[in-house]
């Protein structure tokens, strides 16, 4: 008996030994338990008053949980990220589905409501949030610009060598949520187009309108130039984006022109988009309008909000900016 004893205090201190030094090791994080709960504020450690904490914040004070809730639903999605920096309370604020439901279902309503739920269910979990920061879509409140430089020989003049002139003009695209878009190709700066990119000013602007379509990050858009012999302008682009969500860059897949018959298209209000689907690059229906796969002025579109259009580095002259790099 004496020896079995004896044997077994050991095994029982090594145990007990081995659980101590387990204890020792992992280090307890009670704190972590408290992730993702809302736990209301209270009273600063060794005050003795007994009435409820109250927000030092004097906006908090003045503006009701209710009101707050109605100043952000009129806020644009991008301002919403912007408030949700300022504050906690703000934060938390923010993140009720109800602001990015409205903001996901209005960027895509050319794909219906249905096909929206279906699509968040099926790629983003359920999370209006997660779909409008993963989902690829086309900006509307600004312009995406591209910037093409090149070079041009000039006439000598007293001199030995010729002189060279840095050429400088740009492509302007504004997408409308309905499914149509505005294209300009001009010289002018974009603080000066901007006034000009609408509906009501694009027939003297010379501002012409199309159709697009977006799958997945994909653009397909078309226009018409309308004229004696009427031209096919075909665009492919790719979105993409310098951060989640952003969406503020596009590159050029193809620019395509070609000819078109008078009876295929009956004013300049048709979809064109669905007359020259499905066509081929090297495909025209007027013999006397080849069609072009052009290779320059393809450089990438960048995202210009309307808010930002007077202080863009776009505006930069030619001798300040000879050449201008998307990222």
């Known amino acids: ?99 990015w439901r409205n903001a996901c279902l209005k960027a895509c309503q050319v794909s219906g409501v249905v096909e929206n739920y279906k699509t968040l269910q099926r790629k983003y979990e359920g999370s209006w949030r997660k779909m409008w920061l993963l989902r690829p879509r086309v900006r509307t409140d600004g312009l995406y610009v591209s910037r093409n430089t090149y070079i041009r020989t000039g006439v000598a003049e007293w001199t030995v060598t010729n002189p060279v002139h840095v050429v400088c003009y740009f492509r302007y695209i504004r997408f409308f949520p309905s499914g149509r878009f505005l294209y300009k190709n001009s010289s002018q700066k974009v603080k000066d187009v901007a006034k000009s990119m609408n509906f009501r000013a694009c027939k003297t602007d010379s501002v012409f309108g199309g159709h697009y379509i977006l799958s997945d990050d994909k653009v397909e858009a078309a226009l018409l130039y309308p004229g004696a012999r009427p031209t096919v302008l075909r665009i492919r682009l790719r979105l993409r984006g310098t951060t989640a969500g952003a969406n503020n860059r596009m590159d050029m897949l193809s620019l395509v022109t070609s000819g078109v018959n008078d009876n295929e298209v009956r004013g300049d209000e048709e979809d064109i988009l669905g007359v020259v689907e499905g066509w081929q690059d090297d495909e025209t229906h007027n013999p006397d309008v080849p069609a072009v796969s052009h290779k320059r002025g393809l450089t990438p579109f960048v995202f210009v909000p309307f808010e930002e259009v007077e202080k863009s580095v776009l505006n930069l002259p030619v001798d300040k900016m000879d050449f201008f790099v998307p990222g």
């Open 1 to 99: 008996m004496a020896s079995d004893f004896a044997l077994a205090v050991p095994a029982e201190l090594e145990k007990a030994l081995r659980w101590k030094s387990v204890q020792y090791l992992v280090t307890q994080r009670p704190w972590l338990d408290l992730y993702g709960i809302n736990v209301r504020p209270v009273a600063p450690f060794g005050s003795v008053s007994r009435k409820p904490y109250v927000d030092p914040a004097l906006i908090h004070r003045c503006l009701p949980d209710e009101l707050l809730h109605e100043v952000f639903a009129r806020l644009a999605p991008y301002d919403l990220g912007r408030a949700s920096c300022v504050c906690r309370k703000w934060r938390y604020t923010i993140r009720n589905p109800i602001f």
